[in-house]
Every structure is written in structure tokens, then in C-alpha cells.
């Protein structure tokens, strides 16, 4: 019975997990902040940004019609999607029109619209630190018609059309297994020893838990856009059943809490909290130092997750940071019914908060060291359902930042046409022409990433490409 119960601090808490202590925020936090083996926080702090890099992710959740973010605007493509759109169309005269003349790109030439509440999208494209990528989706590998996709022998993502497989592949870039790692998590894995300061994860999300951020040895670090959000709730009482316990902490703590377990319990909790509370301070006190500026950010949660997302890079010298990741989600765009109108709220939205980050980045002057992306969970459907749109494949996502060659719209847009080889069925669901692995590689490779790691970090890239020998093959970045 003694022997039974032997155990050494590491394997309970690597058994355990804490999770099955309470999902209270407190163990969320030290979880989080991956304080359970190292030691105290550190005070240590970067003489200038050297080689800091940030990278900001914003889900457009629900699977956003991005054919009426970025719409075709010459007049035979436009009458192709007016007529296929039909209530859902916006006119020629609402839109900013944009060109993407730069580049050997299959867009070079075209001339597109933009939803006439993209005003700071179309300013910051104009200036060419913004750009598009067309017809983007998950893949497994290249689909080039639909004789390829019905009769090709090609493997292809799980669940298409499906939100929750969709939203995770995303995520994960694995689109043939239900992967609990993302690609942010990977390039942590990969690039954290570029951190001075172990007890602030590199991904911090201001969106809770996600895949995306998830690592194999790192977590996200989970705060609110206020200061006074960034630490710990109350933690409930053990023995009582009220609070957040649950029936797994009934079932398998119940033997871990016996008394040849006490003292590794309250020794152990006594470090978790000392540690958290330790990392929390270093956390708070960095932000105590943040500069103050001009940028106005409007209050909208998007607005304030990205306001956050400035002050943190601001300070990321007090932080031991030369790299960081940041998540947040913008949910509701599955629009089914009352499309228009409920684009019409969001999409200024989405774009004042865009353009007050890299009026604050540029502020800072680390425009150049940032790139903010949108993903979505999938494209929607060219045609009407009579007020919205359905679950697609392709669709269009953006890039935005000092290093990104914007001005372009990257990818094969297609023509709006039904009979185009790429269209699956009579509702316009498009195979997309460039996969998300493609984007994330190229991201990945201007983070720091080396292209002989990139097949950890995207275990399908090679399916796509020789970045040995083509490191850059949509361009993406200068």
C-alpha cells in the first residue's frame, strides 16, 4: 500500500495536470505561463529591439463572405458576380477600387473592389503595407480542377464545409487528422530559446485556449485587453462541491489526495502560486513601463485585444522577448440569413481596428516588425441562399505589416463563373488555389523559422513546394 503510493512531485503534476485539481483561472494561469519547472521569474531585460518579430492572428469566426471583402471589379468579372451575388452584390459605385499591378502574380493587372467599409483597409493596401491572398483554404495537397477532385485519387481535408473541422485545420494546418497542436504552438516549440524569460509563453492570447497557439512544449499565455484582468481569481475551496469541481476531480483525485500525498499537494500548490503570482508581477510591472502615444483605439473588444497586443510589443524588452505570437477572435460571421446588413455593422469593425494597429505600430516604429493576418474557418458560397451565404471552401484572408509587399493581390482569384474548372457546384464553392500551408510557411520563414524546420511546423509543406530551392514562392514578404 506505502509503495503504491509513491510518487515524486514532477510525475504528479505530470500525471495530473492540475486539471483535474479545478479548471479555475488560477491553474489555468500557471499552466499558462508554464511556471511548473522553471524557476523564478528573472529580471532581465533586452538592450533594444534587436531582432524582435511579432505576429497577430485574428479568426474571423464562422466562416466570413470575403467575396464581398475582396470583388472582382472589371466589367465583365463584375457582371459575373453581380449576376451569380445577386442580392448579395455590392454595386461598383460603393466599392474602393484597388489594382494589383506589382509582381509576376497570376493577379498582376486586375483591378478589384473592396467593401466600402474597408476605408482603412484600401489606405493601408494603397500605401503597400496590406495585401491579399485569393482563394486561400486548407488543403492537403494541390487540387487543380474538379476532374482532379472527383476522379484525381487526391486526399483532401476533413470535413469540408464543416465549422468545427475547418476552424481547427486552420489552426493546425493538418488537415487530415484532428490535431490538438497549431502551427503558433509549433514555431514556439521551435523558436522559444529566442525568449530570455521562460515564465512568459511567446503565444499570448487574448481569446483564452485555442489550437492555434498550442504547442507539444508550449502553452499560450491567456489575458484580458485590461491590466487589471492579467492575474489570479479566487481558487474554491477543495472539499466543496460548489465552484468549477467536477465529477473527473471526484473520480481520479480522490486517490491523489490521501495523506501520503498531502504534503506533496500543499508543497506543490504553494510553488504553483508563488511562481504564478512571480510571473504575474514581472508581467504587470513590464506594462507599468509601456510608452504612452496618440493612437486612438475605438472601444470595440477587437479594438482592445489589439490595443493590448500594442502595449505588450512595446514592452516586450522588459519581457525577454524577441519573438511573440498573439490570438485573438472576432466571432459572427456566419451569415446565413441578414448578410449584408450584419457585414454592414462588422466589417468597420474589423477595419478600424486594423487600421488603428498599424497606426500604432507605425507610431512606435515597429511597423516593419509586426505582420497581422485574418483567418477564417472557410469561404462561402457565390450565390445566394435568398438573405446570406453557405459553407464553401476558398476564400479571401490579409496580410498585414511593413514586411509584408503589399499592394498585391496574391493567389488565383477566379473567375466568377460557374463553368471555371475550380468550381465544385452550382452554388460557387471554389477548390482554393493556394493552401494555408503556403502562407504559413512563408510566415513562418520571415519569423525566424529555418526552411529545414518547416516540415515541423507544417507537416504537409512539402506536398506544395521545395523551399530549399524556392524559399518564397507566392512572395509575400520583402
Same mark, same amino acid.
Given at each position: 500500500?506505502?509503495?503504491?503510493?509513491?510518487?515524486?512531485?514532477?510525475?504528479?503534476?505530470?500525471?495530473?495536470?492540475?486539471?483535474?485539481?479545478?479548471?479555475?483561472?488560477?491553474?489555468?494561469?500557471?499552466?499558462?505561463?508554464?511556471?511548473?519547472?522553471?524557476?523564478?521569474?528573472?529580471?532581465?531585460?533586452?538592450?533594444?529591439?534587436?531582432?524582435?518579430?511579432?505576429?497577430?492572428?485574428?479568426?474571423?469566426?464562422?466562416?466570413?463572405?470575403?467575396?464581398?471583402?475582396?470583388?472582382?471589379?472589371?466589367?465583365?468579372?463584375?457582371?459575373?458576380?453581380?449576376?451569380?451575388?445577386?442580392?448579395?452584390?455590392?454595386?461598383?459605385?460603393?466599392?474602393?477600387?484597388?489594382?494589383?499591378?506589382?509582381?509576376?502574380?497570376?493577379?498582376?493587372?486586375?483591378?478589384?473592389?473592396?467593401?466600402?467599409?474597408?476605408?482603412?483597409?484600401?489606405?493601408?493596401?494603397?500605401?503597400?503595407?496590406?495585401?491579399?491572398?485569393?482563394?486561400?483554404?486548407?488543403?492537403?495537397?494541390?487540387?487543380?480542377?474538379?476532374?482532379?477532385?472527383?476522379?484525381?485519387?487526391?486526399?483532401?481535408?476533413?470535413?469540408?464545409?464543416?465549422?468545427?473541422?475547418?476552424?481547427?485545420?486552420?489552426?493546425?494546418?493538418?488537415?487530415?487528422?484532428?490535431?490538438?497542436?497549431?502551427?503558433?504552438?509549433?514555431?514556439?516549440?521551435?523558436?522559444?530559446?529566442?525568449?530570455?524569460?521562460?515564465?512568459?509563453?511567446?503565444?499570448?492570447?487574448?481569446?483564452?485556449?485555442?489550437?492555434?497557439?498550442?504547442?507539444?512544449?508550449?502553452?499560450?499565455? #491567456?489575458?484580458?485587453?485590461?491590466?487589471? =484582468?492579467? +492575474? /489570479?481569481?479566487?481558487?474554491? %475551496?477543495?472539499?466543496?462541491? *460548489?465552484?468549477?469541481?467536477?465529477?473527473?476531480?471526484?473520480?481520479?483525485?480522490?486517490?491523489?489526495?490521501?495523506?501520503?500525498?498531502?504534503?506533496?499537494?500543499?508543497?506543490?500548490?504553494?510553488?504553483?502560486?508563488?511562481?504564478?503570482?512571480?510571473?504575474?508581477?514581472?508581467?504587470?510591472?513590464?506594462?507599468?513601463?509601456?510608452?504612452?502615444?496618440?493612437?486612438?483605439?475605438?472601444?470595440?473588444?477587437?479594438?482592445?485585444?489589439?490595443?493590448?497586443?500594442?502595449?505588450?510589443?512595446?514592452?516586450?524588452?522588459?519581457?525577454?522577448?524577441?519573438?511573440?505570437?498573439?490570438?485573438?477572435?472576432?466571432?459572427?460571421?456566419?451569415?446565413?440569413?441578414?448578410?449584408?446588413?450584419?457585414?454592414?455593422?462588422?466589417?468597420?469593425?474589423?477595419?478600424?481596428?486594423?487600421? #488603428?494597429?498599424?497606426?500604432?505600430?507605425? =507610431?512606435? +516604429? /515597429?511597423?516593419?516588425?509586426? %505582420?497581422?493576418?485574418?483567418? *477564417?474557418?472557410?469561404?462561402?458560397?457565390?450565390?445566394?441562399?435568398?438573405?446570406?451565404?453557405?459553407?464553401?471552401?476558398?476564400?479571401?484572408?490579409?496580410?498585414?505589416?511593413?514586411?509584408?509587399?503589399?499592394?498585391?493581390?496574391?493567389?488565383?482569384?477566379?473567375?466568377?463563373?460557374?463553368?471555371?474548372?475550380?468550381?465544385?457546384?452550382?452554388?460557387?464553392?471554389?477548390?482554393?488555389?493556394?493552401?494555408?500551408?503556403?502562407?504559413?510557411?512563408?510566415?513562418?520563414?520571415?519569423?525566424?523559422?529555418?526552411?529545414?524546420?518547416?516540415?515541423?511546423?507544417?507537416?504537409?509543406?512539402?506536398?506544395?513546394?521545395?523551399?530549399?530551392?524556392?524559399?518564397?514562392?507566392?512572395?509575400?514578404?520583402?
Amino acid at each position: 500500500m506505502g509503495h503504491k503510493h509513491k510518487i515524486s512531485r514532477r510525475k504528479f503534476l505530470g500525471q495530473a495536470s492540475c486539471a483535474a485539481l479545478g479548471s479555475t483561472a488560477f491553474l489555468s494561469t500557471a499552466l499558462q505561463l508554464g511556471t511548473i519547472n522553471t524557476a523564478a521569474a528573472r529580471p532581465h531585460i533586452l538592450s533594444n529591439m534587436g531582432d524582435y518579430k511579432a505576429i497577430v492572428c485574428i479568426l474571423l469566426a464562422g466562416g466570413s463572405d470575403s467575396h464581398n471583402f475582396l470583388v472582382p471589379y472589371d466589367s465583365t468579372e463584375y457582371d459575373n458576380y453581380a449576376r451569380l451575388r445577386s442580392n448579395l452584390a455590392l454595386t461598383q459605385a460603393q466599392m474602393h477600387q484597388i489594382s494589383s499591378l506589382r509582381g509576376n502574380i497570376p493577379n498582376a493587372g486586375r483591378d478589384f473592389g473592396l467593401h466600402p467599409a474597408f476605408d482603412r483597409v484600401s489606405q493601408i493596401y494603397e500605401a503597400e503595407h496590406l495585401a491579399f491572398i485569393s482563394n486561400i483554404g486548407t488543403l492537403v495537397e494541390p487540387v487543380q480542377n474538379t476532374n482532379e477532385l472527383w476522379y484525381g485519387n487526391k486526399s483532401l481535408p476533413l470535413g469540408l464545409y464543416s465549422h468545427a473541422d475547418q476552424i481547427m485545420q486552420w489552426q493546425t494546418s493538418v488537415p487530415t487528422d484532428r490535431s490538438a497542436v497549431g502551427v503558433a504552438g509549433r514555431m514556439a516549440d521551435m523558436l522559444k530559446d529566442m525568449n530570455t524569460i521562460d515564465e512568459i509563453s511567446m503565444n499570448i492570447s487574448l481569446d483564452g485556449r485555442n489550437r492555434f497557439q498550442a504547442g507539444n512544449s508550449v502553452v499560450e499565455y #491567456s489575458i484580458g485587453n485590461e491590466i487589471d =484582468e492579467i +492575474g /489570479i481569481e479566487s481558487f474554491p %475551496t477543495w472539499w466543496n462541491r *460548489s465552484g468549477l469541481l467536477t465529477e473527473v476531480r471526484d473520480e481520479t483525485v480522490q486517490n491523489m489526495v490521501e495523506r501520503t500525498y498531502s504534503n506533496i499537494f500543499q508543497d506543490t500548490y504553494g510553488d504553483l502560486t508563488k511562481q504564478t503570482y512571480e510571473s504575474l508581477e514581472l508581467f504587470k510591472n513590464a506594462l507599468g513601463r509601456r510608452p504612452g502615444y496618440s493612437t486612438p483605439f475605438a472601444d470595440t473588444s477587437l479594438s482592445q485585444d489589439l490595443r493590448m497586443m500594442a502595449d505588450i510589443m512595446s514592452v516586450q524588452q522588459h519581457l525577454g522577448a524577441n519573438r511573440q505570437i498573439f490570438f485573438t477572435t472576432f466571432g459572427g460571421w456566419d451569415h446565413h440569413d441578414d448578410m449584408i446588413a450584419s457585414q454592414d455593422r462588422m466589417i468597420p469593425v474589423l477595419d478600424g481596428a486594423i487600421g #488603428s494597429m498599424y497606426d500604432a505600430l507605425t =507610431e512606435r +516604429g /515597429i511597423l516593419d516588425k509586426v %505582420t497581422v493576418m485574418t483567418i *477564417s474557418d472557410f469561404g462561402r458560397t457565390i450565390t445566394t441562399n435568398g438573405d446570406g451565404s453557405d459553407h464553401a471552401w476558398g476564400g479571401n484572408m490579409m496580410l498585414m505589416g511593413g514586411a509584408v509587399n503589399g499592394g498585391n493581390v496574391y493567389g488565383d482569384y477566379p473567375d466568377v463563373d460557374l463553368n471555371h474548372p475550380r468550381n465544385i457546384d452550382e452554388r460557387g464553392r471554389f477548390i482554393p488555389s493556394t493552401s494555408c500551408d503556403e502562407m504559413y510557411a512563408e510566415l513562418a520563414l520571415w519569423f525566424g523559422v529555418s526552411v529545414n524546420d518547416l516540415s515541423y511546423i507544417l507537416p504537409n509543406i512539402g506536398n506544395f513546394n521545395d523551399y530549399s530551392t524556392n524559399p518564397s514562392p507566392i512572395g509575400l514578404f520583402s
